[in-house]
């Protein structure tokens, strides 16, 4: 009963599911003309988001991909974009052990990487990761070979990878995500114009109560690295003085940058 809600909101709101999303309180939808698109960005959203937050505002994804469509509509008028509101994982409550713990991101990384793979078969322009949160931790697993322009971390706890170059390595051979795509997927996105190696930008609000979470990795709890440190190697944007659900607020320095990043205007991010 639920899902047809779900489906004829949809409808209703004039947006459509991208495919069938995966089982379990999920939702993938997408905003825009996927087929005619000049450039298409993917929100991966972090702790708290359900399939009954999912447009409550721009601090979650639904919301999130209408402010980013008006300001690429601001911004570069001629440009199509289509955006992506991921929800293809089960998020786990902030006031939780799933939320210092690794395992949803892991699970989550999996259904990315199969989303990316499809878009892919559905469009030759550029694809722009934008990992919020927790949704950083999924970014970070998923992104070893995936054929990707670029890829924003903001308001992140951590990332599972020594650097930015390490992140955005092709896969090992034989390892769990070579086995999803690995280096043929790279060859793809080579013949797509997509740089071999995406560029990779962090970002963090003035007021982001994230940056007092120690940057850290014991066991299966924490994160990793600090995607904002000078030795991670990451292109830092401008966040301005938001706070941790604010990057995608209308008229925020934030909102701006990141939108700057999907365009493909990586000369005009402020940092």
Aim: glycine share 14%.
């Amino acid at each position: 009963m639920f899902r047809n809600l779900v489906l004829a909101g949809l409808v209703a709101t004039g947006t459509f599911l991208l495919w069938p999303a995966p089982p379990g309180g999920r939702l993938v939808k997408i905003y825009g003309e996927l087929k005619t698109a000049d450039r298409v960005a993917v929100i991966v959203p972090g702790a708290d988001t359900t399939v009954e937050t999912f447009d409550d505002g721009p601090e979650r994804p639904g919301g999130a991909a209408r402010a980013l469509l008006a300001e690429a509509a601001r911004l570069a008028p001629h440009e199509r974009l289509a955006v992506v509101a991921w929800l293809g994982y089960d998020a786990p409550p902030t006031l939780s052990l799933g939320a210092i713990a690794d395992d949803a991101a892991g699970e989550g990384a999996g259904e990315l990487r199969r989303t990316v793979v499809r878009l892919r078969g559905r469009t030759d322009a550029p694809v722009t990761l934008l990992c919020h949160s927790y949704g950083s931790a999924v970014c970070a697993k998923a992104m070893p070979g995936l054929p990707v322009s670029d890829l924003a971390v903001f308001g992140s706890p951590g990332v599972d990878a020594p650097s930015a170059a390490a992140l955005t390595a092709p896969p090992r051979t034989g390892s769990v995500l070579a086995s999803h795509g690995g280096p043929a997927q790279a060859r793809v996105g080579a013949s797509l114009g997509v740089p071999a190696r995406p560029r990779v930008w962090a970002g963090l609000g003035a007021n982001d109560w994230i940056r007092f979470v120690p940057k850290t990795k014991l066991g299966p709890l924490g994160f990793g690295t600090d995607p904002m440190s000078a030795a991670f190697g990451a292109r830092v944007f401008e966040a301005g003085p938001g706070g941790h659900s604010d990057y995608f607020a209308p008229g925020s320095t934030s909102l701006r940058n990141l939108t700057l990043i999907v365009l493909g205007r990586s000369g005009q991010v402020t940092g």
